[in-house]
């Protein structure tokens, strides 16, 4: 089988946040076929510091929210290391009913800034999730499988003491709008980055 790897680094030196776009034949949730996902993936989980960033910008990105399995053991974050592990522990909870395979329809703000990524709904008067920056371990995008061209994004994060972790999961509209949410967020963390070394 023909397999096709890329890899795009950020344009800073800082190498903890990454994201690598992966073409990888995923065991589907839908009758054991198999998929072809692409998967872009932003790993943080060695990056511990943040700082303060001279801009304040907050990208906005239109999503679904598909649900959430919160407060899982801290050592269950250390099995869901890689991607491909997030993307199977994910679908073996849809195929187990503890998530859904199709999002409410109702559609969400998802803003992701300096501070972190903070859900909104569409008049931004209610804010269902915020997830801060130094919070989040990974995020990583890849096709539901459904073949409607949507995306899902999934958000590992953990509580300020480190003993638990929650998997957040989103529908996107799209591979690029998916990729693009990474991208910020791979921005906002060399930011502080950066701005914690000046």
């Not at 906005?60 to 649900?67: A, L, N, Q």
């Not at 989103?170 to 990729?179: D, L, P, R």
Request: net charge negative; with cysteine.
């Amino acid at each position: 089988m023909f397999r096709k790897v890329k890899k795009r680094h950020s344009s800073s030196s800082s190498q903890s946040s990454e994201i690598s776009t992966k073409s990888k034949s995923v065991d589907s949730s839908l009758g054991g076929l198999s998929r072809s996902s692409t998967v872009a993936s932003l790993d943080t989980d060695s990056t511990k510091s943040l700082g303060n960033s001279a801009s304040d910008a907050c990208a906005e990105f239109r999503v679904k929210y598909v649900g959430a399995m919160e407060k899982l053991q801290f050592d269950m974050s250390k099995t869901l290391q890689e991607p491909l592990d997030l993307v199977n522990y994910i679908d073996a909870a849809q195929q187990d009913g503890k998530l859904p395979f199709v999002p409410a329809d109702e559609d969400m703000i998802l803003g992701v800034s300096k501070y972190g990524v903070k859900v909104a709904s569409l008049d931004q008067c209610d804010v269902l999730h915020r997830h801060p920056l130094y919070l989040i371990l990974r995020m990583l995008c890849y096709d539901d499988g459904l073949g409607a061209g949507k995306n899902l994004l999934a958000l590992k994060t953990t509580d300020p003491g480190q003993e638990e972790c929650s998997i957040w999961v989103y529908q996107c509209s799209s591979s690029e709008q998916a990729q693009s949410i990474c991208k910020v967020l791979s921005a906002s963390f060399d930011c502080a980055l950066t701005s914690d070394k000046s």
